[in-house]
């Protein structure tokens, strides 16, 4: 699913298991399972890029932001289907799961200690790669690209 907003362009990661995505305000809802998932393909026209994840618990009808407990995001993107990069500007592509810090009632001023992957060249594909990841049920991810 990719919506343009502005100069930027929303694409989101999919299932890739054939199921129906649930689809919220805020993006689609992806259960959290090992695996891997995939953005459409995106416009190569687009040259910067962040990836951002956010992680829910309780149900599709009320999901309720949620840190995990454990686990590991591996963040990648290529010009092409099967050669994934690193991102630019992080030291790692595997981010620790439980630094992905969601705001909630009780703490509304919550900030993630992760830096958000960001991507300063042309990519097609973007994929993210979850292992082991608790405590959560549902994710949105985005990877937004812009000109500039």
């Known amino acids: 699913m990719t919506s343009v907003v502005g100069r930027a362009t929303r694409y989101q990661f999919q299932r890739t298991d054939g199921n129906t995505a649930i689809t919220t305000d ?11 998932f995939f953005t ?14 956010q992680f829910f618990s ?9 840190t995990p407990t454990a686990g590991t995001v591996t963040v990648e993107a290529g010009p092409y289907e099967n ?3 690193m991102p ?3 030291n790692s592509h ?11 009632t009780g703490s509304p001023n919550a900030v993630a200690t992760y830096t958000p992957p ?3 060249s042309q990519a097609k594909y973007s994929r993210i790669i979850l292992n082991g990841v608790t405590g959560v049920t549902f994710m949105v991810a985005d990877h937004w690209r812009s000109i500039s």
């Open 26 to 36: 805020g993006g689609v809802l992806i259960p959290v399972a090992d695996g891997t």
């Open 40 to 53: 459409e393909e995106m416009s190569m026209n687009y040259n910067i890029g962040n990836v951002f994840i």
């Open 58 to 66: 309780g149900t599709a009808d009320n999901p309720v932001p949620a």
């Open 83 to 85: 050669l994934w990069l």
């Open 88 to 90: 630019s500007e992080t």
């Open 94 to 104: 595997i981010i620790q799961a439980n630094t992905i810090i969601s705001a909630t």
């Open 118 to 120: 960001s991507f300063n």
